[in-house]
Each structure stands twice: as structure tokens, then as C-alpha cells.
């Protein structure tokens, strides 16, 4: 497994994407610190764009990822080497790459700012676990889709749609039902409704470390008693990894009976 | 005039008669309450530095003038009241007052005056009390240039800094007030003016009136406290030039307006507070010149507010520049500067073409089920409040700025 990360690995790392990625974040980073004088509004802005662009581009670098790879995946396969290895390894090779591409090109800004002598490290190391995680998270689910479409525009088109549906369309069923149940005490269902969303869950734990938290008001109290706790930071990072490991699981078991 | 000058003259005579007693802790008379007893109407009490530890000092019916050099403290030793005085024509100045104890039965002060008139407490220190300055019944007085400070933990353990019942035609002014529950509290009083004084990390409000009718407060500056104002009950209450800033939390506001009528507020700057104005049951307001810079909500209208009128003021990067509930009850936005306006000018008479709708979707939403709050920040609010924007249907129709300034009004 770790020789085909190690190739997926260098293969991304020579791909010119992982490099236009890295400099949109190193650039994007520079910009927000360097000509704005307030560092809250820079770690919101950076939160509105972790929250929507690392999901898709996670997604598509997933799905891209897979149907490139597909004749050095069917060569591999004829090779005495374990299957789960062979796609986890693809997998862990994708992920990681995006990983480093969002932490150096966010990390370098950030040290360079003078960020680990302030108080605001620890907003921004929520910033880069939670952006870590739905790179992890996304690109599992891509691979996933990839997998289970051999037509390539199928597979592109449920990535999409998926991105879509977490990213947008989650939001909007959850406001129709907070609205439509109006006269039902909600805040424990909204607090369960965000805790199954990783892009809601990644946009409250880091909103939570900003001041901007205080225009939660009552709701945002209870959001901060349940994460303020060890044991609601233990669920929802915990969570977060549940979102991890559940399709890398479904991706063993279906790459394990798959006809290639 | 001719008849003045005798009158004058005696005034004169019995004026320069007054004599000085000087307290030291070394001195033959080394108790306050004792050179208070010794003096006569009229006369002046000097204090040198040092330590007394005195409480339940009492002035009554004497003009005596106190005066501290060098901050004499007095140390009540958390046993009572420090200085209870009724009197006319008395003064106060340059003592340092220390450790007032807490009390849930009585309200404890470093300086107590009940019944009084035309009195000046200036240039003293308060410190670790329970109330400072505690006036009832009183008018004609000046208080000026004190500093007060404590250290209030919970509401109901602590008092205010000065404190105001009953009373009339008061100045407050140049004071700086640290720490306390409510910094400067007016129930019941009226005609007093609240000029440039500094409320400071209070518990509960910078400056509460109740029940205070005729009040002005101008030019102070309110930071970080619970509330920055609360004007409770009151009318006809002048406000002006006044810094409301960083009054932030889940429960903070600028400016907490309740059952309020004909009030006016004139050329405040609200900056950073969570809520800069709520207003509940407020009846004809006028908003002039105002800006709001940097505040999560600007401006909060809830129910029952009748002709509150928002003219020329400047609404600048706030998270939500207008929560409105209810009908539109003759309320009106006009030839207001709003950041977020995205409009043109086309014939470049500094009035934008198109008219601004201050009102988001989503701060409507949040008014109606305030769990939706939670969405704060989603990329599909952000969908939602565009869309809303090109084609309102859901936020009030007529709740318009029909005359949206291009530029920042100068002021």
C-alpha cells in the first residue's frame, strides 16, 4: 500500500494541478493578510472559501484522479498485490497531496504573517483540521463514486451533485424545516442536523472561534455548550472522522467483489 | 444696584468669616466626623494624606466644603456607608474612598447625599465599593471628574457607580466609571445632563435610565460593558455625540431602547457592538447623523415602534444592517448611506437610482425562527439573500431607503 501511495504521491506531485492548487491557497493566503488589516475578517473570508472550495476540489481531483489512473489501476490489479491496498493507496496518494497543497499554501502565508506568536493560532489550526478533513472526507466520496460509474460523465455529474448537495442543497432543506417547525423548540435538531453535515460542522466549530460567534446568541450558546466540552469537541471531530471511515470502508468491501 | 452692594457686601463679610479645620492623622483632630463636628456652616475641612478609617461619617444641615490634599483615604472597612451628608451648598473634593462593603439589605455607598441641594462632588477617587455616589432626593448638584471603580463579579452583588433617584437638574460630567454594575443610573430623575464621562466594562449598562424623563447625555463614551445604554421608560431623552464600542456578547447591545418616546439621537458612532440598537415600544425617534461601523446588527426593530425616523445616518459593514419585525408603523429609512448598497448614480446627484432594501432574507428568517441563525455564514444563505435582493418576495415591500446616499455622510 505505501509503494502505491508513494507512486500516486509523485505522480500528483509532478502533476501541475497539485502546484496550481498550492499557489491559489499561497496566493489567496497572501492577499487576505498582507492587504487586510484585520485578521478575524481574513479567517472568515478563509473559512467561506475552505468550506466551498476544498469539498470541490476534493471531489473533482477524486473522481479526475480515478478515471485517469484507470489503465495503471488495471495493470496494478494484475499484479500479486492486495486490491484494497492498490485503491487505498490511490486514495491516500490524492488526499494527501491536496492535504499539503491547502497547509503549505495556507501555512506559509500565515507563518510568514508572524501567526505563531498570536493569539488567532488557534482559529487557524481549526481552519486547517477542518480543511484537512473535508479534503479527506470528499475525496473518499469521489472515489467511492468513481468507482461504483464506469461512465465517466455519470460519475462526474453524482460528484457534482453530491458537492452540491452538501455544500448547498442540505442547507436549504434544513432552513425549510427549521422555518416549517417554527413552533417546536429546535435547537437540539439543529445541533443534530449540523453534526451530520461535515461542511455545516467545519462552518460552526470554526465560526464558534471567532467573535462573530456572539451573533449566535442564545443558539450559538448551545452550540458552544455542547462543543465547548470535551465531549462535544470528542463527537464532532470524532464525526468527522466517521465521515472518513465509512466510505473507505465501502470501498474495501466493493473494490474486494468487484469485476474489474 | 445700589441696593445690591450692601447685600454684597454682608455676603462678603460672612463668607471670609469661614474657617478652615484641618485634619491630619497626627493632628488634634485626627477623625473627620470630628472637624465635621467642630466646623461651622460655611467652613472648610482640609484633609491631609493619610489613612482614616472612618465610616458613617455624617454632614448634616452644615455647608461644609471637604477638601482632601493629596487623596487622603478613607477606608470604610467594607462596615457601611463612608459619607452621608444633607446639606445645602456643600462640596467634596479630591478624597479617595475605600472598601465599601456589599449589602443585599441596604445600599451601601462611598458617598451618600440625600436631600440635598446645590452641591459639588469633585475630583474624587472611588474605590472597591459597592455604590459610589449614591444621590436621592437631591438637585442642583454637580458631579465631576470622579473616578470610580470596583471589581463586580455578579449583578446581584454589585452596585452602581453613581446612582441617581429622585432627583433633578444634576450634572454628570467627566467622569470615569470602572468596573461597577450599572456605571451611571438615573431613576425618577429629571433635567440632569450626562456630558463626557467614560463607562467602562460595567456588568450591566454603561448608563441606565428608568423612569427619567428630560434627560440629556452627551458626548460619553461606553465601552465594553453588558450594554453600552439602556433608556427604560423615559421620554423626551437628548443623545448625542456619544462612542458606543465593542459592547460584544451574546446578550450585548450599543443601545437598549425600551417604551421610549420623542427621544432624539444625533451624530453617535456605534462601532463593534453586537447588537447596536434594540428598540422595543419606541415611539417617535429621530436618528440623525448617526454611524454604524462594524456591528453584527445595526439597527434591531422589534414590535410596537411607531414614526422612529432614520435620516442621514451611515451603515457601514455591519453583518446585518436591519432586523425588522412587524408593520412598517409610519418607520422610515431615507437618505441613509449603506455600504452594501450596490446601486448607480446615473445622473450623479449623490442619490443612488434604485432603492435600498436594508432588510436581508436572512435576517427576516432569523427574526421568525431565531435557530436559523445557526446557518450564518452558508453558502446558501448567501444564494438566498441575492436572489431576495434582485426580486424581493418574503421582506417587508415597503421597508425601502428610496434615497440611498452614494457617499459616507460627513458630519
Known amino acids: ?253 466493493v473494490v474486494g467483489k468487484k469485476d474489474f | 444696584m445700589k441696593k445690591i452692594i450692601p447685600v454684597l457686601l454682608m455676603l462678603f463679610y460672612f463668607t471670609t468669616r469661614a474657617q478652615v479645620v484641618e485634619v491630619c492623622p497626627t493632628c488634634e483632630v485626627s477623625s473627620i466626623q470630628k472637624a465635621i463636628d467642630l466646623a461651622d456652616n460655611g467652613d472648610t475641612i482640609k484633609i491631609a494624606k493619610g489613612t482614616y478609617r472612618e465610616q458613617e461619617i455624617k454632614i448634616i444641615d452644615k455647608s461644609l466644603h471637604l477638601l482632601g490634599e493629596g487623596y487622603p483615604v478613607i477606608d470604610a472597612q467594607f462596615k457601611g456607608t463612608a459619607l452621608t451628608v444633607r446639606a445645602e451648598n456643600f462640596s467634596l473634593e479630591g478624597l479617595k474612598i475605600i472598601n465599601i462593603g456589599t449589602s443585599h439589605t441596604s445600599d451601601h455607598a462611598a458617598i451618600l447625599v440625600s436631600g440635598s441641594k446645590n452641591f459639588r462632588i469633585e475630583n474624587n477617587r472611588l474605590e472597591n465599593i459597592f455604590f459610589g455616589i449614591l444621590v436621592e432626593k437631591s438637585s442642583h448638584g454637580v458631579i465631576s471628574r470622579n473616578q470610580i471603580s470596583s471589581k463586580a463579579v455578579s449583578q446581584a452583588k454589585s452596585g452602581n457607580g453613581i446612582h441617581m433617584w429622585n432627583c433633578s437638574d444634576l450634572t454628570v460630567s467627566n467622569n470615569i466609571v470602572k468596573s461597577v454594575r450599572d456605571g451611571i443610573y438615573l431613576e425618577f430623575s429629571k433635567n440632569c445632563t450626562i456630558t463626557n464621562n467614560l463607562c467602562e466594562g460595567n456588568l450591566r449598562y454603561g448608563l441606565h435610565f428608568m423612569f427619567a424623563d428630560n434627560n440629556k447625555y452627551l458626548d460619553n463614551t461606553f465601552d465594553n460593558n453588558g450594554a453600552g445604554v439602556a433608556v427604560m421608560y423615559s421620554k423626551f431623552i437628548e443623545m448625542q455625540r456619544n462612542l458606543f464600542r465593542k459592547n460584544w456578547g451574546p446578550a450585548s447591545y450599543g443601545l437598549l ?107 427576516y428568517l432569523v427574526n421568525r425562527t431565531p435557530e436559523a441563525i445557526i446557518l450564518l455564514r452558508s453558502m446558501f444563505i448567501g444564494l438566498l439573500d441575492f436572489s431576495e435582493k434582485v426580486s424581493p418576495v418574503f421582506t417587508p415591500a415597503e421597508l425601502t431607503d428610496d434615497y440611498p446616499q452614494m457617499k459616507k455622510i460627513k458630519w
Open chain 1, 1 to 253: 500500500m505505501f509503494k502505491i501511495l508513494k507512486y500516486s504521491f509523485f505522480d500528483l506531485t509532478r502533476s501541475s494541478w497539485s502546484y496550481v492548487y498550492f499557489f491559489f491557497y499561497l496566493l489567496l493566503g497572501s492577499v487576505l493578510l498582507f492587504l487586510n488589516n484585520d485578521l478575524s475578517t481574513a479567517i472568515i473570508t478563509l473559512m467561506n472559501v475552505i468550506i466551498m472550495i476544498v469539498p470541490l476540489i476534493g471531489t473533482i481531483f477524486g473522481v479526475m484522479y480515478y478515471y485517469n489512473s484507470r489503465e495503471f489501476t488495471q495493470l496494478l490489479l494484475a499484479q500479486p498485490v492486495r486490491r484494497s491496498s492498490i485503491f487505498l493507496g490511490q486514495y491516500f496518494g490524492v488526499a494527501i497531496s491536496l492535504s499539503l497543497s491547502l497547509i503549505l499554501g495556507l501555512g506559509i502565508p500565515f507563518a510568514a504573517y508572524g501567526l505563531f506568536k498570536s493569539s488567532a493560532i488557534w482559529d487557524f489550526s481549526m481552519l486547517l483540521v477542518t480543511g484537512l478533513f473535508l479534503t479527506l472526507i470528499f475525496s473518499a466520496l469521489a472515489f467511492n463514486i468513481a468507482l461504483s460509474h464506469e461512465n465517466k460523465i455519470k460519475g462526474f455529474g453524482y460528484a457534482i451533485l453530491l458537492w452540491l448537495f452538501l455544500a448547498v442543497i442540505y442547507d436549504g432543506i434544513f432552513l425549510l424545516s427549521l422555518v416549517y417547525f417554527q413552533d417546536y423548540p429546535l435547537d437540539k435538531f439543529s445541533l443534530a442536523a449540523s453534526m451530520f453535515n461535515p461542511i455545516d460542522l467545519s462552518r460552526i466549530l470554526i465560526l464558534l472561534k471567532l467573535d462573530i460567534s456572539a451573533l449566535l446568541s442564545y443558539t450559538g450558546a448551545v452550540f458552544k455548550q455542547f462543543f465547548g466540552t470535551p465531549v462535544g469537541t470528542l463527537a464532532s471531530l470524532g464525526m468527522l472522522f466517521l465521515w472518513v471511515i465509512l466510505p473507505l470502508f465501502r470501498l474495501k468491501r
Open chain 2, 257 to 363: 431602547l425600551k417604551e421610549i418616546n420623542d427621544a432624539e439621537l444625533k451624530n453617535n458612532i456605534f462601532e463593534d457592538n453586537t447588537i447596536a440598537i434594540s428598540a422595543d415600544n419606541t415611539n417617535r425617534i429621530n436618528y440623525i447623523n448617526n454611524e454604524f461601523r462594524g456591528n453584527g446588527y445595526a439597527v434591531r426593530i422589534r414590535g410596537a415602534c411607531y414614526k422612529n425616523v432614520f435620516t442621514a445616518n451611515s451603515f457601514i459593514a455591519n453583518s446585518f444592517d436591519v432586523s425588522y419585525t412587524g408593520n412598517i408603523n409610519e418607520n422610515e429609512f431615507s437618505r441613509n448611506y449603506w455600504s452594501e448598497y450596490t446601486g448607480y448614480d446615473l445622473d450623479k446627484d449623490g442619490i443612488g437610482d434604485v432603492p435600498y432594501r436594508p432588510v436581508k432574507l436572512f435576517s
